[in-house]
């Protein structure tokens, strides 16, 4: 058993000293290690936590991460950063794109105003199950919902997202990009297309420097001050204090350059 390898099958932390994941995780096809950790997460917090406790959901889920396999998770540093983005922004309507296990999902519901909703997209299910499980448990699965899909699946999401979850023009205030590095622009591109932004809607973008993402980059510095206004966050990879990496938290202006 994979699990069982990890400690995770019998139970922690009575396993006493544990294994420390600390260089990067590259996620499978499935956006998962391989080797059950997600799923030994979700039995963890099920375990250790109270229901409906949030705050005790978001600590399990980092501790878990620091003391026992590491998670792709926005962790604990950088989410402090979409956690005060957020909060500036006063969101009624957000999106994220890459839910994994819920937990930047948990973050954003923490701080979002009452009456406000998130839609996070997850391309693989077994993901979205477990970061369900985990939103329910928290008792937030009221104001977050887990789509299945990818904006670029030819259109099946995206008309979802109009038809099911109101998303109009001008609607959504806040998007939370953190799925496939090379989606992130023409994703970007695609909410754009469907004038979903309104002049004042925030994005923020995780793992700027770390995988890295230049092109998206790029063009936020390209039309810095025309289109969108971006705040650089210099920051660290999750879970550690050593690999550097960038936030970027980006209004739009709305003002097309050409
Ligand atoms: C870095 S993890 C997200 C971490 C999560 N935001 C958090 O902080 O808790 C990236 C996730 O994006 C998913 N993903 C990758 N490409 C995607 C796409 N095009 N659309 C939606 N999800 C995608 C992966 O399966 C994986 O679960």
Partial sequence: MRSARLGLAKGWPAR?????????????????AGDGRERALARHVLA??????????IAAIDEFAYQK????????????????????????????LGTYCG??????????????????IERG??????????????????????VVGRLDDGGATLARLRERHGFAPGALDF?????????YLPDLERILAQGWLRPGSI??????????????????????????RTTEHHTHVEYQHQLPDLVLESEYLGIRPD
């Avoid at 937990?103 to 519901?109: E, V």
């Fill in 48 to 57: 250790t936590t109270p229901s409906g406790d949030l705050d005790a959901v």
């Fill in 203 to 228: 994005v923020v973008a995780d793992n700027i420097e770390n995988p890295g993402v230049p092109d998206y980059l790029r063009y936020m510095r390209r039309h810095q001050g025309t289109l969108w």
């Fill in 16 to 32: 006493g000293s544990l294994p420390r994941v600390l260089r990067r995780l590259t996620p499978n096809s499935f956006g998962q």
């Fill in 69 to 96: 396999a590491h998670l792709i998770n926005v962790g604990d540093e950088k989410g402090a950063i979409l956690d005060a983005a957020v909060r500036s922004a006063e969101p009624r309507r957000l999106l994220e």
């Fill in 103 to 120: 937990y930047s999902a948990l973050r954003i519901a923490r701080v979002m105003p009452p009456g406000a909703r998130l839609v996070s």
């Fill in 175 to 183: 998007a939370f990009l953190d799925h496939g590095k090379e989606e």
């Fill in 125 to 146: 299910a077994a993901n979205a199950r477990i970061a369900s499980r985990i939103l329910r448990h928290a008792g937030v699965a009221q104001r977050v919902g887990v």
